[in-house]
């Protein structure tokens, strides 16, 4: 049985993303620097927007993050995907701090609306993911809108995303 804490720090999701929190075989989130995450802030298996559980997480930005050299030069903006990864990421530990087993997917998005960017001035992101439902069948399912905030302003908001949580067929 998972440990349920309602806030993990930034060397707890390390522990997550080696295969050490859930156990092995179940929900890992992805190592640096594709983790979109600096820490869990709360979570829980109630209340949120739609009271079926909810997450908020930050992110810290610093100008030498690997991606604005890159995306783009003389423009450096942090690619939205990045963001939208983030709140699939996030969505997926949920699963996994529930106790349910298997290893995560992204699987799909309802709509995503970009309403401005993360540049290298910006300190800190914001997460919030709210729970729709949770389905446990052969596949878990977790479905929920989130939201993403730069240095407090709304400027992602995308809903239905849906990650899944599959057994390995070998285990």
């Known amino acids: 049985m998972v440990d349920r804490q309602s806030s993990y720090s930034y060397d707890e999701l390390i522990k997550c993303a080696e295969g050490d929190l859930f156990g092995p075989g179940n929900a890992q989130l992805p190592l640096p620097p594709m983790l979109m995450v600096s820490r ?11 009271d079926k559980g909810y997450l ?57 609306k970009f309403k401005g960017m993360v540049t290298p001035e910006v300190k800190k992101l914001e997460y919030g993911i709210d729970f729709k439902r949770v389905m446990r069948g052969r596949l878990v399912l977790g479905i929920a809108d989130g939201w993403l905030k ?16 599959a057994k390995d067929k070998t285990a």
């Open 56 to 112: 908020r997480a930050e992110f810290d930005i610093t100008p030498d993050l690997w991606f604005f050299p890159c995306h783009f030069k003389g423009n450096p903006v942090m690619p939205g995907c990045l963001g939208l990864d983030g709140m699939w990421q996030l969505t997926g530990f949920y699963l996994g701090w529930l106790g349910e087993e298997g290893r995560g997917m992204a699987l799909s998005t309802g709509e995503v």
């Open 40 to 50: 869990i802030t709360d979570i829980s298996e109630t209340g949120g927007e739609f």
């Open 150 to 165: 730069a240095d407090g302003e709304t400027i992602y908001n995308a809903s239905d995303l849906k990650v899944g949580l």
